[in-house]
């Protein structure tokens, strides 16, 4: 029998690595117990504890810790349970060459975003969202997400999360949201307008396949990300709107078809990053 002693202890392991994750190399124990207002001794222990495990590694160069072994295990045993296209590293590379725009795959899973991989450079940069609870209402990926739901899944998603101000232009009021959502159903594809990073935002098409009764079923998306631009100049997402929604409307429809080929085991991604991030 599970103790609450020994679920509260999985719960803070967890939260401890988090804070390692989110503040790379070298943090320190007592910089970890500061941040989650633990004590130095439960901190120790803890760190200890997942460091035995693999999922931690105790730096001795950085007198800190680091992120361990075990976590790319766990992402690839994870990316293996997606929906995730052959030959994804072609399709992402055709996109980015298109768009002139970083691009991502994002697979969807019991309401959750999983990054799975992206294709980007210094001058087209893809953001990092370390976590999409609490952002889906600020993202153009989390938008086709929501839009998808049903009313009352959608309802019940958006008061575990809320509607945090993320960035100045992010949708904080339920009846502008849903007007939003409904404008995603009505075009098929999702914008964010700098509402999760003040100086970029993203659009985003989804990737669908047939369900157990043929219907349409959301699975993925494909999405790019472009520089906010002021007053929607040259670059911004309005200035190169049609370029952009070719490029990841025929990404997402290359992804679905991949999906419905006869796949052998794994996906291609020669030089395409994969995303550890869910």
């Given amino acids: 029998m599970v103790t609450v ?11 401890v690595l988090e804070v390692v994750a989110a503040a790379g190399d070298g943090i320190t124990a007592k910089a970890v117990a500061r941040r989650l207002e633990y004590n130095l001794s439960t901190t120790y222990h803890l760190l200890d504890s997942l460091v035995s495990d693999g999922y931690l590694v105790r ?10 072994h075990k976590l790319p295990v766990l992402h690839d045993r994870l990316v293996a349970q ?19 725009a970083g691009v991502l795959y994002a697979a969807f899973r019991g309401g959750e975003v999983v990054v799975v991989a992206h294709d980007d450079c210094a001058t087209h940069p893809v953001p990092v969202i370390s976590s999409w609870r609490g952002a889906l209402h600020a993202t153009a990926v989390g ?15 958006l008061t ?7 960035a100045y232009r992010t949708i904080t009021e339920r009846a502008d949201l849903e007007r939003e959502l409904e404008a995603v159903r009505r075009r098929g594809v999702a914008t964010d307008r700098g509402e999760f990073h003040e100086r970029l935002a993203c659009l985003a098409a989804p990737v669908r396949l047939p369900d157990a009764e043929g219907a349409p ?11 906010v631009v002021p007053a929607g100049g040259p670059g911004s997402i ?12 025929a990404g997402a429809d290359r992804a679905a078809g991949a999906l419905l080929a ?6 291609e991604s020669p030089g395409t990053r994969a995303a550890s991030h869910g």
């Fill in 59 to 68: 730096l001795e160069d950085h007198r800190g810790f680091g992120l361990g």
């Fill in 5 to 15: 002693s020994a679920l509260s202890s999985v719960h803070r392991a967890l939260q």
């Fill in 262 to 267: 006869p796949v052998s085991g794994g996906w």
């Fill in 160 to 166: 575990r999360d809320g509607l945090p101000a993320l």
């Fill in 217 to 227: 079923m959301l699975v993925g998306a494909v999405a790019v990300a472009v520089p």
């Fill in 238 to 249: 309005a200035d190169r709107r049609e370029r952009l929604e070719t490029a990841v409307l």
């Fill in 82 to 100: 997606l929906p995730v296209p052959r030959g994804l590293g072609r399709i992402l590379r055709s996109v980015h060459r298109a768009a002139a």
């Fill in 143 to 157: 938008k086709l997400v929501l839009a998808e739901c049903e009313e009352g899944l959608r309802t019940d998603i």
